[in-house]
């Protein structure tokens, strides 16, 4: 029976995998995070793409006297970083008033779209209210 515990002891001392070399592991595992960072500054480099959005606007005016050529002039005056104006045009609201139908594409990162509708309603001469007729993500 001593002969048979002795046997099993030797097992112990026996490593299959090999993984007794420490250095190995060492290196492998500097490898690894090398690697690793490498590919997280190279992903967080790459830009992804710019969220955009089509908006139409709806801008109504207080009566049918307001000057409409000078409501578009003042909306297309405002200008920030990440909006782009498009086309435009007067649609018949009822009574002989029209409202302003514009298209803005706007950088979703940049601009609020609350922010555009409370500026274009500063102008308080021309503008009654300023409604959102579609939204369109690009």
Sequence with gaps: EE???EEDDDDDDVDLFGSDDEEEDDEAARVREERLKAYAD???QKPGPIARSQILLDCKPWD???DMKELEKCVRSI??????WG?????PVGYGILKL???ATVEDA???VDD???????FEDFVQSVDIAAFNKV
């Design 42 to 44: 190279k992903k967080t």
């Design 87 to 91: 086309a435009s045009e007067f649609k």
């Design 110 to 112: 940049k601009i609020s």
């Design 3 to 5: 002969e048979e515990e």
């Design 101 to 103: 139908s514009i298209l």
């Design 116 to 122: 555009l509708s409370e500026t274009i309603c500063a």
């Design 64 to 66: 049918d006297e307001t």
């Design 79 to 84: 200008e920030q970083d990440g909006l782009k």
